[in-house]
């Protein structure tokens, strides 16, 4: 077994232990050990670990039934806390998410869009220790901090690779903002931390294979398997937003022609609203619609249609059984979750997988990523990462 | 703990064992219990029960070194086989397959495309006696049938619940052939057993995410991440075939219009083609296009430049590490491999993942259905699937 392995597997089983006290506590080690088919040895040091950590504790009760009274193990209340950052072009939303994946508190920040990363993380770093003292948090319960943000995210590394919407480009963002705080940082892209929230927490519950899908600045989609998020070898599953669906289309800002997101992002759309007269927002541009102008009718009905042909596409090729719709334009413009099912039922759902999924809205919103980052970090503490 | 992961828990320890012993034997008990952190008794357990099937024996060898001896275990030589079944339209191939994947016989036989699934369970059932009767195989060293078939299969309960091609409709394939002869059976798509087989033994071997592509009669993916089929919730994952790629497309047999599949199969290539002319087969049609007849280098490049889309696609939404291209269309045209290529690396592919796969040709070809059944079928045994 090569050393990879053996990590593999002593990560493994702490997750198991963990899991299993988690679910059954009080519990005693035997029963532990009976369950998993672990050594009394093994499943006293991994014990031994997460008590020393301050999670578990030997409660006052012991074990029934006759034989060797043993006592029963529990966990220390609260005992794990995560901070969650939700960073955005303009927005930071910071909050403190319990191993339920509540939101013990939380605050909002403004974000200057061309701040250097160094000011950015600073910012973050200062946000966090006051959050804390404001709300009389041990430090030492904080198991690590989770940032879920736009763009290609190196999430093993925790680099930002690429991103247009904050204008960065391969910042090493855990790295530094360890060096700030101290404390273990997970970086991921907003869709995927959003995607695992809905999953464990939100919308689909439940849902063993979850499909997220965010139409807004950009459009890209994000995958969870049985808890764990689908990454790919590059972390880029789920960038359906450069498929192309149209050889003949409109040139994307990736450099080629038809991209899907070039039919329904906000920028596309108002761009070519602007086609035909001056458009500010996207607001405007759905008043438009709502006032009868033929053009912007047009526009959005065309958005809506290839919204239906991603819910298709997307079914077709993960097969999920929950597809949540999010993003800004969804936030925006509620109604569309009902336009868009109402498209792809009547024309563009390949007939068998029609009765596979169930199609909902995002329950967490805008509280999704930083639930989601929360829930990231504690993750990979708890060595499913 | 639930039933269900006490028994997930057994089945995985049995094959950690497994695996450590095919990778590192001889060894002994106390070094498998070492590695794992499994309790002697469940390493003993495990070993016990192997070895009582056969498949492990005591090594004369012992453990080196001060302490104990004690006596190290070995693989029972080609104690593992398993048999593979390519079932097709019109042919049927059955092979005996290794634990190393390698085919130790195999042999073709015809099918009437409107067969009975009763006459070609029979026929298959009789086919395997015969097999291993010629090659003198003890049938105990078999320890399952792998079936790989076109259409929508249910792995889980074996039934294939539609298959054009065969033209079958909920066959309870697992349950009649076991049957017929005693043996247990694994069904599954044809796409995911022959990326399978890539995967572990073919073009993608050393791979962690590869995604397999079949051009054909029709046109499909199946994508293995880390050894494991990728199926979704209905083991329909990878249905590309019936993604939308063009709203106001040609109809498709779904009854959807625009389906990405009717611009490369080859039904609706020859369809297209006998618009102008009478084309029997899918060779006089890239016959016409040798000759210079427009119409044809039109239509087929056409063909070709969906399949550029394709990988594109593909590549964006599962990330994978390779990419295979496989199917009727690319055995017969071997020459699609590099022009596809050409195609998408000047047009199509989405740049940040330009350098993030390598694209084979199948290895495998047409014996990668074979030996993706056969090693599914030990995969099943050895408690993987």
């Given at each position: 077994?090569?050393?990879?392995?053996?990590?593999?597997?002593?990560?493994?089983?702490?997750?198991?232990?963990?899991?299993i006290i988690k679910n059954q506590h009080p519990i005693s080690r035997a029963s532990i050990a009976k369950q998993t088919g672990m050594s009394p040895t093994t499943?006293?040091?991994?014990?031994?670990?997460?008590?020393?950590?301050?999670y578990l504790l030997n409660?006052?009760?012991?074990?029934?039934?006759?034989?060797r009274k043993s006592t029963l193990l529990g966990m220390v209340n609260a005992s794990v806390l995560s901070v969650g950052v939700d960073l955005d072009r303009s927005l930071m939303s910071i909050g403190i998410?319990?191993?339920?994946?509540?939101?013990?508190?939380?605050s909002k920040y403004p974000r200057i869009p061309d701040e250097s990363p160094e000011t950015t993380l600073i910012r973050i770093s200062e946000a966090i220790e006051q959050l804390m003292q404001q709300q009389e948090i041990d430090r030492t319960r904080i198991v690590g901090i989770g940032v879920g943000l736009p763009g290609i995210v190196n999430n093993e590394e925790g680099i930002v690779v690429f991103s247009v919407q904050l204008g960065w480009k391969n910042v090493k963002l855990a790295e530094r903002l360890k060096e700030l705080n101290g404390f273990d940082i997970a970086v991921d892209n907003e869709l995927k931390v959003r995607a695992l929230a809905e999953h464990?927490?939100?919308?689909?519950f439940g849902s063993r294979r979850t499909a997220l899908l965010g139409f807004g600045h950009g459009v890209g989609s994000a995958i969870i398997l049985e808890g764990e998020i689908y990454r790919g070898v590059m972390n880029s599953a789920g960038e359906i937003g450069h498929t192309t669906v149209d050889p003949s289309g409109m040139m994307c800002d990736c450099g080629k022609a038809g991209?899907?997101?070039?039919?329904?992002?906000?920028?596309?759309l108002l761009s070519e609203a602007n086609r035909i007269r001056p458009i500010g927002t996207i607001e405007e541009l759905f008043e438009a619609k709502r006032a009868g102008e033929h053009w912007a009718i047009h526009l959005i009905d065309r958005a809506l249609m290839y919204m239906a042909i991603t819910i298709n596409n997307v079914v077709c090729m993960y097969n999920p059984d929950s597809v949540i719709l999010s993003g800004e334009l969804v936030d925006k413009f509620p109604d569309i979750h009902d336009e868009v099912e109402k498209i792809y039922l009547s024309r563009f759902l390949w007939e068998p997988l029609r009765d596979s999924f169930t199609f909902h809205r995002s329950m967490l919103n805008e509280r999704g990523v930083m639930i989601g980052s929360g829930l990231l970090s504690q993750n990979r503490f708890f060595a499913l990462e």
């Open positions: 077994m090569k050393k990879h392995d053996q990590d593999f597997m002593k990560r493994q089983n702490r997750l198991t232990v963990f899991e499943v006293s040091r991994i014990v031994g670990e997460l008590t020393e950590q301050g409660s006052d009760q012991v074990s029934a039934g006759l034989g998410v319990d191993l339920q994946g509540k939101l013990v508190c939380g464990l927490k939100g919308a689909a991209c899907l997101q070039t039919y329904i992002n906000i920028s596309s």
